[in-house]
């Protein structure tokens, strides 16, 4: 199977703009969450998505959001972007089945988003 | 709330011995979760074990296994037989059940395998 893919790969946007990063999960995976990675902050939980709900919620403003499609497919978005913003985002995706029941999860390349 | 603490942030070891990276983390739960996870550099991160915390024996992966110490809250991470594609960041994860898709990480130990 394919593994997660992550688009685009690089971002550059400047402060103000809003930007929407795209992920594709394994096939068969119903489970998306997505994550920020910085220098300063680490891994950070964004949210988590199952048949197209969030079901899960990290500690980031309203500015930072996601869907999820039918397919599973997900959108995260980020509005307004801040300097701080700059990151790599990184999705991962699970078959979801055993909700909670700590299911490995497999990692896209990640978007590397630089705000300018 | 959980955290997870990594205290090496760097580590190198010489190609074919053995090294291990520390893991503790905090925790009210009962039923979580643990996992080492690897992110060599400019490539995607991988999971390198998983462990069950109600299961008292140790996961073990090829020449990745774990020291898992339930009362201590500590989550070792032993290579052995290092290999150059070790190199990479590793991190320690946490994962409450119930809870999927939430993943907390600690900051990540930087291994160096040298030849």
């Known amino acids: 199977k394919a593994g997660v893919t992550q688009t685009p790969r690089y971002l550059i946007k400047t402060r103000g703009q809003q930007v929407t990063l795209s992920c594709s999960p394994i096939?068969?995976?119903?489970?998306v969450s997505w994550y920020q990675q910085t220098p300063g902050q680490g891994l950070q939980f964004l949210f988590e998505?199952?048949?197209?709900?969030?079901?899960n919620k990290g500690n980031f403003p309203g500015r930072f959001s996601g869907r999820q499609f039918s397919n599973s497919r997900s959108e995260m978005n980020v509005s307004t972007l801040e300097l701080g913003d700059s990151a790599l985002y990184l999705c991962?995706?699970?078959?979801?089945?055993?909700?909670?029941?700590?299911?490995?999860?497999?990692f896209g390349p990640g978007t590397r988003l630089l705000v300018l | 709330a959980q955290t997870v603490t990594q205290s090496q942030p760097e580590m190198s070891v010489q190609e074919a011995e053995t090294v291990t990276l520390s893991c503790t983390y905090d925790?009210?739960?009962?039923?979580?979760?643990l996992f080492w996870y690897k992110q060599p550099p400019s490539r995607q991160m991988i999971l390198v074990i998983r462990?069950?915390?109600?299961?008292?024996q140790n996961a073990t992966e090829n020449r990745f296994s774990v020291n898992f110490q339930k009362a201590a809250k500590s989550f070792s991470l032993k290579i052995s037989d290092s290999q150059l594609g070790d190199t990479a960041m590793y991190f320690c994860?946490?994962?409450?059940?119930?809870?999927?898709?939430?993943?907390?990480f600690g900051k990540g130990t930087k291994l160096s395998v040298k030849p």
């Open positions: 991962a995706s699970s078959e979801g089945v055993g909700t909670g029941m700590g299911e490995t999860q497999y």
């Open positions: 096939s068969g995976h119903r489970s």
């Open positions: 998505y199952f048949s197209e709900t969030q079901r």
């Open positions: 925790t009210s739960e009962n039923n979580y979760y």
């Open positions: 462990q069950e915390a109600y299961k008292q």
């Open positions: 994860a946490f994962m409450k059940r119930g809870s999927q898709g939430n993943l907390i």
